[in-house]
Each structure stands twice: as C-alpha cells, then as structure tokens.
C-alpha cells in the first residue's frame, strides 16, 4: 500500500514536471516569435531592397522560416545535451550547490532518501524534442510571412 501510493505521487510528480517543462518550451518558442518579429521589422529596408532586385515573396518567407527553424535545431539540440548531462550528474550537482549554499534540499530525516536518483528515457527525450521542434516551426511561421508582405513602395518612403 506504501509503496502504491508512493509510485503514484512519483507518477503526478512527473506528469507535473512535463507540464513545467511544457512551459517552458512554450516561453521559448514566443521568444522566438519576439526575436524574429524584431528581425524582419529591422530588416524592412534589407528585403525591400531583396524584393527590388528580384526576389520573390515566397523566398523571402522562405529564408526568414529558416532562420527561425536553425535557431530553433541549435536551442533544441543544446537543451537536450545539456539536460541530459545534468540528468546524468545530479546527483553531483545538487550536492555541488548544497555545499556552496549550506543547506539540504532534501534532508534525510524529512524525505528518508539518501540519494537524489535521475532515470533518463529515450521517449522521454524524443517526445521533449519533437514537441519543442514543433513548436519552433508554428513560431517560425508567422514572421516569416510578415516578411513576405513587406511592401517596397511604404518602406522606400519612410527611409
């Protein structure tokens, strides 16, 4: 019975880690949306200047969903390296910061374990991915097609 009961606080406890992590890949991918906005409205000038000399709309989107997408991969790939280095070396870190800061995080009298442990599943790590890779392109999306409309004639006029 104890031990049911403890295996499903584990189970909403990392149900409710998904949902954090969920997010914060949601925070991410807004971020990406602000920074790309940010880009193309730097930018007007730039593809006023692409569309003068020929380029087409279509490829302007084209190259601005790109450049949201590489951004996206690089973020993606990092955040999996590196949280799956720290799942790794948990337990090194939180003692690591437990020594600089003074203090237990868990102490053994109140949560009687000794250990912090750390279980890594591949689908686990693959279904973090894919939703974050999903996100990256529905963010990408939509600056990149405020930069095919940019209009040569009202941006020429304001420079």
Known sequence: QKKANFI???NLEKQMIGIVLSLIIAVAAFNIVSMMVMVVTDKKA????LKTIGMTPKRIVKLFFYQGITIG???ITLGVILGVLLSLNIESV???IESILGFQFFPKDVFYINRFPSEIHLSDVITVAVGAFVLVILAAIYPAKRAGKVEIAKVLNHE
């Open 8 to 10: 499903k606080a584990l």
């Open 46 to 49: 730039d593809i006023a200047i």
């Open 73 to 75: 991969i690089v973020g």
């Open 94 to 96: 939180v003692s690591g």
